[in-house]
Structures are given as C-alpha cells and as structure tokens.
C-alpha cells in the first residue's frame, strides 16, 4: 500500500507543486503544503478513493488556503513591496499557453487581488477545470455558491489581467529591446518599449535595496532605469531567462545572481516591471521548476 500511495504521489506532484504554487505565489511555501499533503495521503485508504487526482488536488488546495491565510498576514509586515517567487522555467512551459499565462508574473499578481476562497476558485476552475461538485467539496461550499463565486472571479481577473495573451516571441523582443536600451542609456529607446502608464515595482524583502514602493510613469522609470545602470555597468550583466512561462532577464553584479526582472506587456509595450532582488525568494533560479497540469503517469 506505501508503495501505491507513493508512486501516485510521485506521479502526481508536479501538478500538485503547480496548484499550490499558483495559489501562494511562493514556491518555498508551496513545498510545505507538499510535504502537508504527503503525510495526508500516506495515511489514505487508496481503495476507498475513486479519483485520485481529485482526491490529492484536494488535500493540497485545502492546506494551500490555510497557508495563504498565514501568508497574507506575513505580507502585512513585509519590507517594501511584494511580489511572488520567480521560477526558472523548463522551455515546455511556454508550449502550454494556459499554464504559462496563469503562472505569468503579471497573473500572479493579478490573482493576489482576489480573495483566498475566489482565488481557489478561480484557479482550480479556469486553470485545472476541476467540476464545479469537486470545488465545491474543496472549499466546503456549495455547487451554487461556487459558481456564483467563479463568475465574480473571471469578471475580476478579466478587468485586470492584460487585454491579451501576449506570446513568447512578443515577450522576448520586448526584452531585447529593453535590454539594449537599457545598457546603453538611450533614453529615446527606453521610453519607445514603455508604457506610458509603465509601474516599476521592486522586492528587495528588506535584505537588498529596492525602490520602496512602485515608481509609475515612463519618464519616471525610464531615467530611474538609466541612471541606476550607469552606477553599475562596469559590474553588471543582463541575460535572458525562461521566467515563470515566458522570457525574462536576470541581472547578475560580478558574476552573482542579484535581480530577475519579469515584465507585463499590454498593447506591444512594457506596462509592468517586476524586479525581485529579496535573495531568499531567488534560489529556485539556480535550477529548473517542473510546472504541469496533468500527472506524469510511469512507464
């Protein structure tokens, strides 16, 4: 029986990583509500469990919602701004588009503005198509309740999120262009890639400098972004990644992780910029993180 449960757990824990993690935003929290789950379904009776994905999607959407309600009141008292924890993603990420955009930085982030219930909801239904009967057993509400639940929550998101799924190559030449402009100090360039509307948002955790709370504007990010460059361009490097789904860059000072920057792009432009510097939040960047929505069946 101990062998059964764990090859099922094993088959099923990237998805199971991918729930938690799109509920938290934190990978390093993800991994308890795992290790949660584990010492759940260790004590399973598995004949009496007819759908075993449903069944362990339960277990660690229900230890997920405990974790976030813990996770919020951490966020109050967090230095600066928050943001979630970048993953170095595996190229086949991005060939899932559902699953790239939902992990996206700038979805995260819209889903941070969602209740922990909504959220849930949200993701299990939009994200993993769970029924409505299985939600509803999950979050100990209704089938009626979820669905009205569900409809609040796209009408949420869908005013929030951007207006488009933006593809990997949008991204990427984005990036590229931003990059340039960026090391060179063109301030012209700079300001064609952004926003008007651009946010700068920074998360150094308290532990490494950050702007301290969100910079809007183009002129305003665009000189910030130059200037600061200036200051270390004889140390610093910028490359590409493959960050949560889609292109991102990573900045390194004398060689060291320091900075990923993720950024939102709405209408061809960078509307959003994510740099998390908070060391803590950077060690999943030195491997890749296995994101999927389906279990990994052995054979």
Do not use: C
């Amino acid at each position: 029986m101990a062998d059964r449960a764990t090859e099922e757990y094993v088959a099923h824990r990237n998805l199971l990583f991918t729930v938690a993690y799109e509920l938290l935003g934190s990978a390093a929290d993800a991994e308890d509500v795992l290790q949660e789950t584990w010492l759940r379904w260790a004590g399973v009776d598995l004949d009496e469990v007819r759908d075993r994905r449903a069944y362990l999607v339960r277990i660690t959407t229900r230890q997920a919602l405990t974790r976030l309600r813990t996770l919020g009141r951490r966020k109050e008292s967090y230095v600066g701004s928050w943001l979630p924890e970048p993953l170095l993603t595996a190229p086949d990420v991005a060939d899932d588009v559902a699953l790239a955009d939902s992990v996206s930085m700038a979805m995260l982030l819209v889903l941070e503005t969602l209740a922990p219930t909504e959220r849930a909801v949200f993701v299990l239904r939009e994200v993993f198509d769970v029924d409505y009967e299985e939600i509803a057993e999950t979050v100990d509400k209704s089938p009626t309740t979820v669905r009205q639940i569900a409809h609040r929550a796209r009408a949420h998101v869908a005013a929030r999120r951007p207006r488009r799924t933006v593809s990997a190559a949008e991204t990427r030449d984005a990036l590229d262009a931003f990059r340039r402009a960026v090391e060179t100090g063109d301030l012209r360039s700079l300001l064609a890639v952004l926003a008007a509307d651009v946010v700068l948002v920074g998360d150094g955790g308290g532990i490494k400098q950050a702007v301290p709370r969100p910079i809007a504007g183009a002129d305003k990010v665009a000189r910030l972004l130059a200037g600061g460059w200036g200051r270390v361009a004889g140390l610093a490097s910028m490359e590409p990644a493959q960050v949560n789904g889609y292109p991102a860059l990573v900045v390194r000072l004398d060689g060291e992780l320091d900075t990923v920057v993720a950024v939102r792009l709405d209408d061809g432009r960078i509307s959003g910029l994510y740099a998390v510097r908070n060391p803590e939040k950077l060690s999943r960047m030195s491997r890749q993180t296995t994101l999927s929505r389906r279990a990994t069946m052995p054979g």
